[in-house]
Nanobody, 117 residues
Framework: QVQLVESGGGLVQVGGSLRLSCAASGIGFSAYTMGWYRQAPGKQRELVAT???????NYADSVEGRFTISRGNAKNTVDLQMNNLEPEDTAVYYCSARLGAFSDNIWGQGTQVTVSS
């Protein structure tokens, strides 16, 4: 059974940091492009960051320089280090896994991040 389980969300003040983690099971993890997306109330889900099977990374312009995505193939985990958080970062954050460019994303259940001003 394929499963992505996120953890690490919570409430933080502006300028603070959080680290999200996603544990994957039921997939050949090292072959997958892993990612983090987020969805704020009333908005569409948007890309935050991805990391390929070769550890190439891609970031949304809004988080570039503040967020860092990393993966641990030995433990089947992907993390998102979020620094200098802003109120606009408040959203439910979802972990994703995708095998190829034309494959559908597999999604986790999401974890809430709230940044208070």
């Amino acid at each position: 059974q394929v499963q992505l389980v996120e953890s690490g969300g919570g409430l933080v003040q502006v300028g603070g940091s959080l680290r999200l983690s996603c544990a994957a099971s039921g997939i050949g993890f090292s072959a997958y492009t892993m990612g983090w997306y987020r969805q704020a109330p009333g908005k569409q889900r948007e890309l935050v960051a991805t990391i390929s099977s070769r550890s190439s990374t891609n970031y949304a312009d809004s988080v570039e320089g503040r967020f860092t995505i990393s993966r641990g193939n030995a433990k089947n985990t992907v993390d998102l280090q979020m620094n200098n958080l802003e109120p606009e970062d408040t959203a439910v954050y979802y972990c994703s896994a995708r095998l190829g460019a034309f494959s559908d994303n597999i999604w986790g259940q999401g974890t809430q991040v709230t940044v208070s001003s």
